[in-house]
């Protein structure tokens, strides 16, 4: 079926890093997504990842990807206060649409 | 024009009234979705343009339900007759297929609240 999972809530201290997880169900995926929502607003892309990579790096975010176990995390190095909002794991499925988890929403302690 | 707007940012109606929400995609993009999003959950699906021809529609675009892109750039998603479940954010998303993901961009959506 289609699903995405996550957690639904993330809370972490000011300067470390925070780890958000997601599982996906289509094994076809070419990549997966992950969007960044902040209250009251529309989705933010934050980055991607193709299917034929393990990791990819870009700037504090650091994207993992299992296929074997349908796992995707990111990593978010020295998250800051700017960096509260729900996170949302997503894939396509065929050509058209996209599947969204339920986002995981982040909060930081100072 | 740098990303894709959407018009009203909110909606305020009764029960049984009819609302219609308007979608500007990013100007070269040739796709362009609806989906719809309620509290605390990710965004579902819609339905979806290829330039003015609708290729598909969710089962939860139920015949209240209207989205027209008639000239391939804008499009307006119309509720009939809204009723109280209806109300949830509105968000609309382009991308242009030429590219090897096909990223879809959204806009800042319309929340609507049915009364």
């Known amino acids: 079926g289609e699903d995405v999972e996550q957690s639904l809530f993330l809370s972490v201290r000011e300067g470390d890093s925070s780890v958000i997880n997601c599982t996906y169900t289509d094994s076809s995926s070419t990549y997966l997504y992950w969007y960044k929502q902040e209250p009251g607003a529309g989705l933010q892309l934050l980055t991607y990842?193709?299917?034929?990579?393990d990791m990819k790096q870009d700037q504090r975010l650091t994207v993992l990807l299992n296929k074997k176990d349908k796992h995707l995390s990111l990593r978010i190095a020295d998250t800051q206060t700017g960096d509260s909002a729900i996170y949302f794991c997503?894939?396509?499925?065929?050509?058209?649409?996209?599947?969204f988890g339920s986002g995981t929403r982040l909060s930081i302690r100072p | 024009d740098t990303g894709v707007s959407q018009d009203p940012r909110h909606k305020i109606t009764k029960r049984g009234q009819n609302v219609t929400f308007r979608c500007d995609p990013i100007s070269e993009h040739n796709r362009l979705y609806w989906y719809r999003q309620t509290l605390g959950q990710g965004p579902e699906f819609l339905t979806y343009f290829q330039n003015e021809a609708q290729l598909e529609k969710s089962r939860l675009l139920s015949d209240r339900f209207s989205a027209e892109r008639p000239k391939g750039s804008f499009s307006t998603l119309e509720i009939q007759r809204t009723e109280q479940g209806d109300s949830a954010m509105y968000l609309c998303a382009s991308s242009l297929t030429r590219t090897n993901t096909d990223t879809q961009y959204f806009g800042p959506g319309t929340r609507l609240t049915v009364l």
């Open positions: 997503a894939e396509p499925l065929g050509d058209s649409k996209i599947i």
């Open positions: 990842i193709f299917s034929n990579m």
